[in-house]
């Protein structure tokens, strides 16, 4: 019997989820992923993602890995399990991955998007994807925020590491965004902590407002202190854009 | 005791309600509106509406009309009811309305927006808010279709009438636009029949998918027989943007 082992692209809505890991109970994305590559191959499949995304946050390029002693041609795979997955969830990319490519731990770069809607009144339509924030935003004091934390950096007073216990990370590339009235801070890094970029737009958040001065920014960092750090903002606003591999491997 | 006659902009998610106006049974747009004025005005008020939208049809740019004797500034009753309302509607606008107004009767112009996600796969993040096409489709024929119904017709082939019996219906502009995988068709009327734009877009893709020739269009507007429309498309992609006034009432 021949055994693949796979990498998929994922997109998901994370607001009806407690998470991309799976828990003992309650519904999470590895859960019905899982679920679903079960009553597809028949058999039980264990899931590995690239990123471990918090209950909320949203997903277009979460990467995934299995392996499946599927017999059919690899789009067949796809089309079967986006026809059984729920509506919240979909296998946007299928193929054949190297042995020693794992999802994690081969990432060289994750991009991350979050989304504010910055204006005095709240929208039922894009309240499940964007954080509203009345007060008026300062783009340039945003930017400047941003810019601080472009680098590497010990990044302790913005997360939890997930893994060993470094809280070292290098952000190759931080910026806001306007669209009439949305926001967009776009981060690529090499790697995140936990709750990492909803704690950076947080205390962003108090720049741009002007309730801190951006110089705030720089002794929150240097602080290496969770409690210095600003509220970490919704988890609506996140979404995981894209993972990078290396060339070769890139999804 | 002073009573105001006010008017104010509406805007809703509609994949939650059973459509806009009130019924016996079941979640409206109309039955949460006129809860939340019962509970910020302690007075039963009935709300009118400039249309009608279906179960699961958005809105931006809904109009309403209530009486009440709010005795406080207006800006308060807006800040009041979008306190009160769920996370699915709120009030964008509110002031005051002249006595021989009326939401629907006074209304000159309708404008709505169909969004149509065309991409081989589906989309967990715009499921929401589009319909999903997965076969390509041609703008310019969709665009060609689109000028056969604008102008005064006789639309019975794609709606009844919510009120009397004509079915003829003028419409001062209908057009797609193309924004990537997203397709948009913005269309402006003087009114619209019940069904009318979700029947025309169902029709019109035929024709963009190429199952259709573009004449088909044509003759189906001429036979006046809803049995010759295609199925309506879903009311997930349709969204109530506008509905313009005479100008010093513009909304």
């Known amino acids: 019997m021949c055994d693949h082992y796979i990498r998929a692209v994922i997109a998901?809505?994370?607001?009806?989820f407690l998470g991309f890991q799976w828990q003992s109970a309650g519904r999470?994305?590895?859960?019905?992923?899982?679920?679903?590559?079960?009553q597809v191959t028949q058999a039980t499949t264990r899931v590995v993602g690239a990123g471990r995304t918090d209950a909320g946050v949203h997903a277009q390029g979460q990467v995934i890995a299995f392996h499946t002693a599927w017999r059919h041609p690899l789009p067949a795979l796809q089309r079967a399990?986006?026809?059984?997955l729920?509506?919240?969830?979909?296998?946007?990319?299928?193929?054949?991955?190297?042995l020693d490519w794992h999802p994690r731990f081969s990432a060289i770069r994750r991009y991350y998007r979050y989304t504010v809607l910055n204006q005095p009144l709240r929208s039922p339509l894009e309240r499940r994807y964007a954080h509203l924030v009345t007060e008026p935003l300062d783009l340039g004091a945003l930017q400047a925020a941003a810019e601080i934390v472009v680098g590497?950096?010990?990044?302790?007073?913005?997360?939890?590491?997930?893994?060993?216990?470094?809280?070292?990370?290098?952000?190759?590339d931080?910026?806001?965004?306007?669209?009439?009235s949305r926001l967009f801070f776009d981060v690529v890094g090499n790697a995140f902590l936990r709750?990492?970029?909803r704690s950076l737009v947080g205390t962003m958040l108090q720049v741009g407002s002007g309730f801190w001065p951006v110089e705030r920014m720089s002794a929150v960092l240097a602080a290496r202190d969770r409690a210095q750090a600003a509220?970490?903002?919704?988890?609506c606003g996140l979404c995981l854009m894209q993972v990078e591999y290396e060339e070769a491997r890139q999804m």
Chains 1, 2 share one sequence.
């Open 86 to 98: 729920p509506a919240d969830v979909a296998v946007m990319q299928l193929g054949l991955a190297e």
């Open 174 to 180: 931080a910026r806001w965004l306007r669209e009439e």
């Open 231 to 235: 509220p970490p903002a919704p988890a």
């Open 12 to 16: 998901y809505d994370g607001a009806d």
């Open 195 to 197: 709750g990492m970029v």
């Open 81 to 84: 399990l986006n026809a059984v």
């Open 152 to 172: 590497q950096h010990d990044f302790a007073s913005f997360g939890q590491p997930t893994q060993g216990d470094s809280t070292v990370r290098c952000v190759y």
């Open 28 to 38: 999470t994305v590895q859960g019905v992923l899982e679920a679903a590559l079960a």
